[in-house]
């Protein structure tokens, strides 16, 4: 495998052997850390990579945990490697974290196709600039062309108090967006698009490295242009003007965020939209949770369970739970179903090929970190499982469609990922799936 690698890349790209970078010759040795030194930040406060870790002056560590604290800093995003390693001097033992700034500004291009139709293309351009000011904050601009063209703007700091752990963002948007629902569809006899312009702010209070809770409010104005019918709009009028309030909790203990071996995710949201403003009230509750347990040495199980449930008087058909969409069971990748509530679970193996390996690219006028990154190649299995459902619909297996398979995934960390995945439905019936980023 790492002969094939090396063949992908060919001469221009120089590999580095992966390092034991902790110095402790098993998982049962440990030591006390008298203190902690950091390197390599040029950009990055220290304060951003420091409040990261669950180890600080006078922890006794091990090599499990050192390697925990390790893949919690490179979780930041921000560095093509980090380094720990324990340096004894005069009795002392000083943690030594050395780290690899990324670039931080990326122009990337982007195209993708809506609902696997090759006819129906989105593409555009997505400007971020990451790490502002060295305090791990974010602006970017998105513009979308095509098939469902918008224009977002954000902003977002997760240190805006730090001594105080909170945190803040703002987003301003304008999407012209193609309706979802098939109900609304069939009762308009054809397809049709909805334009909303958006714009919202997040406060967050971070307890520790595992807990936090965020409050975001939000406006959103809505027009459709096609003739009004029940439920089209939340109003049953041609424009909405809604008002949202959002309550989030959510517990992260995972390693590695991009592609974690161990930890826990939770996420649980109430969203309030409408305050009775043009008759309009209703909810959206939903919850994501998500394990990791590492079974032995490149061997990890997850699982996921996603639920969403949109209640209230009058929900309209594009506030619906979806699957076939940003939400999808594998083997079932574009079969498109609706209701007010969807539930969603997943089961994975994942077995590392390549854990992880360091490389460079040595290309003229271009800086090395922009050209290096921390490559890992997982081999997978899984089975996915969901259905969306009523109020009145009685829930049994029957109503689940399903699918399992298995594929690779590709790291290029910090960056992002390519996962290549082949999936079959309950009637054997195949597909293949290309993406960017985790299933979960």
């Known amino acids: 495998m790492r002969l094939i690698i090396i063949l992908f890349f060919l001469t221009p790209v120089i590999f580095a052997q992966p390092v034991d ?69 005069n009795n002392q033992i000083k943690l030594i974290i050395k780290v ?30 990451e790490n502002f000011r060295g305090r791990n904050e974010t602006i970017s601009a ?17 240190a805006f108090l730090y001594e105080e752990g909170i945190e803040f963002g703002f987003a301003l ?40 809770l ?17 439920k089209i709009t939340a109003s049953n009028e041609s424009i909405d003007r ?43 509750f939903g919850f994501d949770i998500r394990q990791y347990n590492e079974l032995m040495d490149d061997l990890t199980a997850r699982w996921r369970m996603n639920y969403r449930n949109a209640f209230g008087a009058n929900v309209p058909y594009y506030d619906y739970s979806f699957l076939g969409y940003d939400e999808y069971v594998r ?15 997943s089961i994975e193996l994942s077995y590392a090929i390549l854990s992880e390996w360091n490389f460079s690219l040595d290309l003229p006028l271009l800086p090395k970190n922009l050209t290096s990154a921390r ?11 969901g259905m969306t459902f009523d109020n009145t619909d009685e829930i049994n297996l029957n109503n689940f469609v399903s699918g399992y398979g298995f594929g690779l995934n590709i790291l290029f960390l910090p960056h992002n990922s390519i996962r290549l995945e082949y999936a079959f439905d309950e009637y054997m019936n195949g597909e293949f799936i290309f993406g960017l980023g985790f299933s979960f």
Request: charged share 20%; aromatic share 16%.
């Open 375 to 385: 490559i890992g190649v997982n081999f997978n299995i899984f089975a996915d499982t």
């Open 21 to 89: 970078t902790l110095k402790l010759v098993d998982k049962n040795q440990s030591a006390v850390i008298d203190s902690i030194k950091i390197e390599g930040n040029n950009i990055t406060e220290e304060f951003i990579i420091l409040r990261e870790l669950t180890i600080s002056e006078g922890s006794r560590v091990n090599k499990d945990l050192l390697h925990y604290n390790r893949e919690r800093v490179y979780s930041l995003g921000l560095f093509n490697y980090v380094d720990f390693h324990l340096l004894n001097k």
């Open 100 to 129: 690899y700034e990324k670039w931080y500004f990326y122009p990337l291009p982007f195209m993708h196709f809506n609902e696997g139709n090759f006819k129906n293309p989105t593409y555009g351009i997505n400007f971020k600039l």
């Open 331 to 345: 083997g079932n990748r574009y079969n498109k179903t609706e209701g007010l509530q969807y539930l969603l679970g």
């Open 142 to 158: 998105f513009i979308a062309l095509g098939y469902d063209p918008s224009v977002r703007l954000r902003y977002y700091n997760p």
């Open 242 to 284: 809604v008002i949202s309030l959002s309550i989030q909790y959510t517990y992260d203990s995972r390693d590695l965020k991009q592609f974690p071996h161990s930890g826990l995710l939770s996420i649980v949201e109430l969203r309030h939209k409408g305050f009775g403003i043009k008759n309009i009230s209703y909810n959206i």
């Open 173 to 212: 948007g304008y999407q012209d967006f193609q309706n979802k629902s098939m109900q609304a569809e069939l009762i308009n006899k054809e397809n049709f698009e909805y334009t909303i312009y958006s714009v919202s702010f997040s406060l967050s209070k971070r307890f520790d490295q595992f807990h936090s």
């Open 214 to 230: 965020s409050i975001i409010p939000g406006y959103s104005y809505l027009q459709t242009d096609i003739p009004i019918f029940p």
